[in-house]
């Protein structure tokens, strides 16, 4: 622990209470804030009283090149004198909160935007706040969704396929899908007239047959799959 220098007693200021001492230091705030941390310096004369603050200087290291100032009350107790983190409350308006502004100086704000705070400390989310962008992908599930708009199925995979004819049996590349979807195919044109007679999916392919040979054709073709 090092202690630098310490000043009780400001010229003007004497018998001024709560008074202001000031402590150089090359410590920690770990370390400044060690119960007894000012007893060696209490028992080399300097004189402390429990209504006294302190203004602080610390550092990250003792190495360290940037000082920070902490504001501390001192503190007698079971024989020790210590410096402690100040109790002290500061004025602040309701439902305002502390930000530092362009200056670096800690100003009185309402929160504004996307939320608002009340004087509880309860924050509550602006109407229409919430959008897309502010959603992590895959995080909506069916269990958001109100009872009566809840999907039994979802489309999976659509697309159109072109069939150049030659067999009944037309089979479409479903990149994705899987034999536990739901599959929906629909002729959009074709050469000749047929019909769909069976729809079947599997891994990655619906299989679909038709009357005859549909010759050179579109299909338009849907993968739903169920959700939980």
Request: charged letters at 10%; glycine letters at 6%.
């Amino acid at each position: 622990m090092a202690i630098l220098n310490i000043v009780t007693s400001v010229t003007g200021l004497v018998g001024v209470n709560p008074r202001i001492v000031y402590i150089d230091t090359n410590d920690t705030l770990a370390s400044v804030t060690t119960a007894g941390y000012l007893n060696q310096a209490q028992a080399n004369g300097a004189s402390f009283k429990e209504s006294d603050m302190a203004l602080v200087t610390i550092k990250s290291s003792p190495s360290a090149t940037s000082v920070q100032v902490a504001w501390l009350e001192i503190s007698y107790s079971s024989g020790d004198w210590s410096l402690v983190a100040s109790s002290t409350t500061l004025p602040l308006a309701t439902a305002k909160i502390l930000v530092g502004n362009a200056a670096g100086v800690a100003t009185a704000v309402s929160m504004s935007g996307d939320a608002t705070i009340a004087s509880s400390g309860a924050l509550t989310i602006a109407a229409d706040a919430v959008n897309t962008t502010k959603i992590i992908n895959a995080a909506v599930t069916k269990a958001k969704l109100a009872t009566a708009i809840q999907p039994a199925a979802v489309v999976k995979f659509a697309n159109k396929h072109n069939e150049a004819g030659g067999s009944a049996t037309v089979t479409i590349t479903a990149t994705g899908a899987a034999a536990t979807d739901l599959a929906f195919v629909s002729i959009q044109s074709s050469a000749n007239a047929v019909s769909i007679q069976k729809v079947t999916p599997s891994a990655n392919t619906i299989t679909v047959l038709c009357s005859g040979d549909p010759g050179a054709s579109v299909f338009a073709w849907q993968a739903l799959t169920l959700t939980p």
